[in-house]
């Protein structure tokens, strides 16, 4: 079923000692979508292996301590879109996961000394908006609101087994069971639709096929509080709030729910990779097998075409089909929708030691301690939503943003197991970087030094003497996150965003 890359003399015995067992699953992969699946087949009373290529578990959802006493979450650093129903169904907080609420969740500052806080509190946004307008102050928790209900409307679609077209049924009473399972999705759905009623779908299209720019338009008027919630229309994507489409990527990014609240997000003790360490302890309790170091190269497949067993890749797709499938065995027009899918990505991933908490100016605390200004994520680099624009426009150029967008986030300031006393670390969410720059290479180790300052110059100009309070950094772009963590083209979402590659289109129309 497959075969292993060997690393060293431990990795061929576990190898050897895997093939002679015969395993109702196996798992390709070792992040928290594998240890979930793995946990559940298990559950289900199935034997199931995991195979993880790097030498620990986690996939993107990962913890490392690069620096002694450091521990980064190096890639994903967020935590709010894990199924409220997973974590109560595989115990996840049984097993050791502890999330931590940041409060505010939003930290917006200028450099003409204004800011914008934000976060779960209505009195504290209202106050915050105010500073810029009144009308703006009114207006978001009716947006909000709107928000909130079309989560709602799609939490049952997100928790559903989507009705797909089965390839090649067999039997009669397979087709009949198809059709039945098909029919009651669709028709749970037009109910839910006839519910919200005509007016509220149509605002729900709206959304989802608008421009981001568009959308906030027409609900603000106040430069920082738009810039402030683009920011999420573009997050991980190669958009910009201009896109068509990009509502979309708005709303995916408040569906989140933590403790029936949506738009929350929050922090993981332990940093990101505890969230994976939960879900493989609830996989091992229910006797799944993981093993790390072992590489997949390929799927075995028989003369008649199908696999040797029952398989479940968490790779991304066209290293799927496109690297682990041997050649002339799927249909051509579904290899050629794999090939041309779109994994463009723009984004990359700066962690830092640092040896104090960056002051910001517009705050003028002189605290050196921990304020509400460094609990949630701090939005640098866009002033206003045509930045976002501009910024996407260099990377459409073929060079990374002169003036980068920047989430920065300090979990150390609630996550105390995270740095050593008095010490921090700090995650930096870059956009937009290409993937092959046409001005360099992210082979050329001046090349990432140069970027890498742009950025924390960038910092430095809302947070006087934050690059000297830089221990060491470490830094993925998007080829390092294809290399390093399996992400094709670095795109943290396996695949864009578009409304042409959501949900019955995914990952290629008909399949």
């Known amino acids: 079923m497959w075969r292993q890359q060997t690393r060293n003399r431990c990795s061929v015995t576990s190898g050897r000692s895997l093939t002679a067992k015969k395993w109702d699953a196996l798992v390709i992969g070792g992040g928290h979508n594998d240890l979930t699946a793995a946990a559940y ?13 790097r030498h620990l578990i986690d996939g993107a959802a990962v ?12 890639c994903s ?51 915050e908006i105010s500073k810029f307008s009144k009308r703006d102050a009114e207006a978001y928790p009716r947006y909000e609101n709107r928000l909130e209900n079309f989560c709602k409307f799609m939490d049952p679609l997100l928790d559903s087994s989507p009705p797909e077209t089965l390839q090649g049924i067999s039997s009669f009473n397979a087709w009949m069971k198809s059709k039945l399972q098909k029919s009651v999705f669709w028709a749970y759905r037009l109910r839910r639709a006839l519910v919200m009623g005509q007016k509220q779908i149509v605002d729900f299209m709206d959304l989802l096929l608008s421009p981001a720019s568009v959308v906030l338009n ?62 493989s302890r609830a996989a091992k309790e229910a006797g799944a097998t993981i093993v790390t170091e072992a590489e997949v190269s390929e799927l075995m497949i028989e003369d008649s075409g199908r696999v040797c067993g029952v398989v479940l890749s968490n790779a991304t797709p066209y290293r799927t089909f496109m690297e682990f499938v041997p050649k002339n065995v799927l249909p051509d027009d579904f290899l050629r929708a794999i090939k041309n899918s779109d994994y463009s990505s723009a984004a990359m991933k700066i962690n830092l030691a640092i040896d104090k908490l960056p002051q910001f ?30 910024d996407y426009q260099d990377a459409v150029n073929g060079i990374p943003s002169r ?5 920065m986030t300090i979990p150390s300031v609630l996550d105390k197991t995270s740095s050593p006393p008095g010490k921090h670390v700090i995650n930096l969410f870059v956009q937009y970087t290409p993937y092959k720059p046409s001005d360099g290479s992210w082979e050329d180790s001046a090349y990432r030094k140069s970027f890498a300052e742009s950025c924390f110059t960038l910092i430095e100009e809302h947070a006087s003497g934050f690059i000297s309070s830089i221990i060491e950094y470490d830094m993925l772009t998007p080829p390092d996150l294809e290399r390093e963590i399996g992400l094709t083209g670095g795109n943290i979402f396996h695949g864009a965003m578009g409304l042409d590659s959501l949900f019955l289109v995914r990952p290629v129309k008909g399949w």
């Open 403 to 407: 003036r980068p967008i920047i989430e």
């Open 361 to 390: 100016h517009c705050c003028k605390l002189g605290n050196p301690d921990a304020g509400p200004q460094h609990m949630g994520t701090i939005h640098i680099g866009s002033e206003i939503m045509e930045e976002i624009d501009s």
């Open 77 to 127: 650093y967020l935590q709010s879109l894990l199924r409220p129903a997973l974590i109560k169904e595989l115990e996840l907080k049984r097993h050791g996961l502890k999330m931590l609420k940041r409060f505010p969740s939003s930290f917006t500052p200028y450099l003409d000394g204004r800011y914008l806080l934000l976060g779960p509190d209505k009195e504290l946004n209202y106050l």
């Open 63 to 74: 913890t490392e301590e690069l620096v002694p006493g450091y521990k980064f979450s190096r």
């Open 41 to 53: 087949l298990a559950r289900s009373g199935l034997s199931v292996v995991v195979l993880e290529r």
């Open 218 to 279: 027409n609900w603000f008027e106040n430069d920082v509080l738009k810039s402030t919630l683009a920011t999420d229309a573009v997050i991980g994507t190669t958009g910009s709030p201009n896109t068509p489409g990009s509502g979309y990527v708005l709303l995916h990014h408040v569906m989140g729910e933590t403790d029936g609240d949506h738009g929350i997000w929050l922090y993981v003790q332990g940093g990101m990779g505890s969230v994976s360490l939960a879900i």
